[in-house]
């Protein structure tokens, strides 16, 4: 996990996870529970954090566990375009 204390608002927390064979351990809600005691003492109130809230694997829920609420919701959009030939040629 990396997290951030840059922004005016609010730290962030970047890509919270666990290795899949440590996974149903509670890791994950311990790196959460630090990250905000270690804001907390810092004097932030907020704290941030990026999850794909499509996803089917119910990837919002252990946020809300914690007292997280979604806050903003951002759709992306992309095209994937074929590659043809060599670039220059």
């Known amino acids: 996990m990396r997290t951030r204390n ?15 064979e440590a996974r149903g351990r509670a890791l994950g809600s311990h790196l959460l529970r630090h990250a905000f ?14 999850v794909d809230t ?9 946020y809300e566990r914690h007292g997280m609420k979604l806050d903003l919701a951002v759709d992306t959009w992309e095209l994937v375009l074929p590659v043809t030939g060599t670039p220059g040629k």
């Open 37 to 50: 005691g270690h804001y907390a003492a810092l004097g932030r109130d907020r704290i941030g954090l990026g």
């Open 54 to 62: 499509d996803n089917s694997s119910g990837a919002l829920a252990p």
């Open 6 to 20: 840059d922004r005016t608002t609010m730290a962030r927390i970047a890509n919270p996870g666990v290795l899949p």
